[in-house]
């Protein structure tokens, strides 16, 4: 009701489909979603990734029954890669995949579609052009849902992702997590003719949470506030052991904020594609910044470059959108 509230207003409502792991940040990022009056969060679908497919969809449940989100339909997706060997992120995100806060037993039903299929229906009875896609996991579902359906590509509006890099890695000195996790699915989703944002390590790691961060959302006062400060404190924890980072990047959720704001942050167009077999290198994004015409001259072969790269995050407005969002939730929680 709130959507319809701000559209006969003349704010405009953007639709998304949240693919996701999680997960601390997936947690906020699928908080940000549900919260914010300009955003219509369509479905919830779940990959395996932070942690295996089981434990990451009780807590996309887990964090909708905190949240007082009943109803958005969640799905359960691809228990693992197209070919490379699963991974899971157990050093960052504990056994449970959302280690810290005490998980309640989940109130929200899970829908019995394949996350594969709640994509593609969800989209296929939207009007073209109206959806979103914002996978902040590995992007098994997406490329299958690719796979399975070859029009999304040009009903989707966009695909805003979360993953890769163009300075640096995560898993590797060279490879981001979401895109080491299943390469293959990644190299499908950047070469697909639709129109897709990279956010990537060089952006998420200017969204780190910071200790007024953490006491404006204290300050909020709900259960919903406390909740999501336990699920930081333990991603504080371990992503200082990890790296020695003391306030640590929330990734996920900038990929969500862009949607609701562009302005959020900067994009540079680039050519994207995924190594798929380097010894040192696999997973890694190699993003090509150099002009069509200079990299003809180089290779003989002019890239497309159409992958907007997300470089610099305006870093208050951003947490002016996740604190609005954990309150406004808060209210009905």
């Known amino acids: ?139 098994t579902n997406i490329a299958l849902a690719l796979r399975k359906e070859p029009a999304l590509a040009e009903r989707v509006k966009s695909v805003v992702l979360m993953g890769g890099a163009h300075t640096r890695g995560n898993s590797t000195p060279a490879a981001e997590f979401n895109i080491y996790c299943d390469p293959e699915a990644a190299e499908a989703v950047f070469a697909a003719p639709w129109d897709v944002t990279m956010v990537g390590l060089d952006l998420t790691h200017q969204a780190t949470a ?51 704001d562009p302005a959020v942050f900067t994009t540079a167009l680039a050519h994207v594609t995924v190594e798929l077999n380097g010894s040192w290198t696999q997973g890694m994004t190699v993003v090509d910044f150099r002009p069509d015409l200079a990299a003809m001259r180089r290779t003989g072969v002019p890239p497309q470059a159409r992958t907007k790269v997300a470089m610099q995050l305006d870093r208050a407005r951003f947490w002016d959108l996740v604190v609005d969002a954990i309150a406004a939730l808060g209210t009905k929680a």
């Not at 709130?2 to 997936?26: F, M, N, Q, T």
């Not at 699920?231 to 990734?251: E, Q």
Request: glycine share 10%; aromatic share 4%.
């Open 1 to 139: 009701m709130r959507h319809l509230v701000r559209a006969e207003y003349g704010h405009s409502v953007e639709k998304i489909i949240l693919d996701c792991d999680p997960g601390h940040d997936d947690a906020i990022a699928i908080l940000l979603a549900a919260g914010n009056p300009d955003l219509d969060l369509l479905a919830i679908t779940t990959v395996a990734g932070n942690q295996t497919l089981p434990k990451v969809t009780r807590n996309a449940l887990a964090v909708c029954t905190v949240a007082g989100i009943h109803d958005v339909p969640v799905a359960a997706g691809a228990a693992g890669p197209l070919v490379v060997s699963q991974v899971v992120a157990g050093d960052i995100h504990g056994e449970s995949g959302l280690d810290g806060p005490v998980l309640p037993e989940p109130t929200v039903a899970l829908d019995p579609r394949h996350a594969v299929d709640v994509i593609i229906d969800t989209v296929m009875a939207e009007p073209a052009g109206t959806v979103h896609l914002v996978p902040v996991g590995p992007l």
């Open 210 to 260: 910071t200790p007024d961060v953490v006491e404006r959302i204290g300050a909020i006062g709900t259960p919903l506030a406390d909740f999501v400060n336990e699920m930081l404190a333990f991603f504080r924890s371990t992503y200082d052991g990890r790296y020695g980072l003391g306030d640590p990047p929330v990734h996920d959720p900038c990929a969500v904020a862009s949607i609701i």
